[in-house]
Each structure stands twice: as structure tokens, then as C-alpha cells.
């Protein structure tokens, strides 16, 4: 008697997650630190050096993301490097925000502030979402945040939320919050 051997199923890839810390909201905000995760659970963070002409800056934005605007000066890396490594990571991608409004907009001052186009397209988180899945969307995120114990509002740290929580929905509880692969949760928050 043969077996058959069945191929392993392949791992589920998350698409590639972005997220934006920005100055403020509004009128002449901008862009301060970038955060995305890749489909591999890979995570890429960095704060962005201001252009001189940028100088809008919401207290309030400050006590909710943590990042001074001296912060940014000292260990902001320049805009141009940050679209070019952009570019290189994501070529050819889409890419999904969960405030694709806001970051679209703030994308597109970086880059062009750097004088580059984007290489990827970046588009809502929602498009990916069935109305069940939307209506618990919150619910799902705030476990996950939990269970994660992300607890810094930084760009990759909500990157990683997010596509966690997409994955959650998409394929169960039995998605792992450990998708953090073996790293520990507050890495997700640190850039430079």
C-alpha cells in the first residue's frame, strides 16, 4: 500500500503593512517617522529629519506619539534616504495603510521633499476587509494590541498591530500573536 504525501500548505503571507507618525493633523503637518512591517513580519522604522520649510508642530500630536521635535533633528535620517531605502524595500508593491487619508498625504510631501516618486502604491487597509470583518475591526485590534503588549504609539509597533489583526480576521484565533517572530514586542517601537 503507497501513502500519498500531501505538499505542506504554504505559509499564509500578510501583505506589507505602513504606518506615519505626522507633526500634527491638518494644514502643514507632516511626516515624522515611517513605520512598515513586511509580509514576512520584517520590520523597518525611521524618524524623518524636517525639511527647513516644515515647522508645524501639535503639542498634543507630541504627547501621543512621544517624539520631540529635537528628537527628529538629532536622529532623523534625511528625507532623500528615507524614499530611496523606501523605494528599494517596497519596489513594486502595494501597500496598506489604515489611514490611507492622512498617509497618503504625508507620503507624498516626503517624497516629494525628496524630489523622488514612489516605486509602490500605497492603498486603504479597508479594500482588504469584508463588512463582517470591517464591523469587528476594532475589537480584533485592541486584543491583538493586548496580547502583543505593544504599548507605544510608533509607526512600526502599529504597523505590526495592524497586520496582525488583519491576519486574525482573515484567518482565525489561531493566527499567532506571536507573528512577531520570536522578537521581542517593543523592537516594534524603536527607530532612529
Keep these: 500500500m503507497t501513502v500519498a504525501v500531501l505538499p505542506a500548505a504554504a505559509p499564509v503571507l500578510a501583505p506589507t503593512i505602513l504606518d506615519l507618525e505626522a507633526s500634527g493633523f491638518g494644514r502643514g503637518s507632516y511626516p515624522i517617522e515611517i513605520g512598515f512591517v513586511e509580509a514576512g513580519g520584517l520590520p523597518f522604522c525611521s524618524l524623518i529629519q524636517p525639511a527647513p520649510e516644515w515647522s508645524h508642530w501639535d503639542e498634543q500630536a507630541e504627547a501621543l506619539h512621544g517624539i520631540s521635535r529635537e528628537l527628529l ?3 532623523g535620517r534625511p528625507r532623500e534616504w528615507i524614499a530611496d531605502e523606501l523605494n ?4 513594486g508593491q502595494t501597500v496598506y495603510s489604515d489611514s490611507w487619508g492622512h498617509d497618503y498625504s504625508w507620503l507624498s510631501k516626503l517624497f516629494d521633499s525628496a524630489g523622488r516618486l514612489p516605486r509602490f502604491r500605497l492603498e486603504d487597509l479597508r ?3 469584508s463588512e463582517d470583518e470591517a464591523d469587528r475591526w476594532n475589537a480584533v485590534q485592541q486584543e491583538v494590541r493586548a496580547q502583543a503588549q ?4 510608533r509607526a512600526s509597533a502599529d504597523a505590526k498591530v495592524l497586520q496582525m489583526t488583519l491576519m486574525r480576521l482573515k484567518h482565525g484565533a489561531a493566527t499567532p500573536t506571536a507573528g512577531l517572530n520570536g522578537r521581542d514586542p517593543s523592537d516594534f517601537g524603536h527607530c532612529g
Design 73 to 75: 533633528m538629532r536622529h
Design 88 to 91: 528599494r524595500r517596497l519596489a
Design 127 to 129: 479594500r482588504l476587509l
Design 150 to 153: 505593544l504599548r507605544r504609539h
